[in-house]
């Protein structure tokens, strides 16, 4: 494999990644019930 194929293959991986972790927090935003407890729960660390 060369390095070129390689930097390809890691760049698609990336945006895949980052693809996977904007569609996890758009689903999270259609769960306000969630969100309110994620926020309870930080806020009570404090």
């Known amino acids: 494999m060369n390095a070129t194929l390689r930097h390809r293959l890691q760049q698609g991986l990336l945006w895949v990644g980052i693809g ?27």
């Open 20 to 46: 996977l972790t904007l569609l996890g927090i758009f689903t999270l935003y259609q769960e306000p019930d969630f969100l309110i407890q994620l926020a309870d729960q930080l806020w009570s660390c404090f």
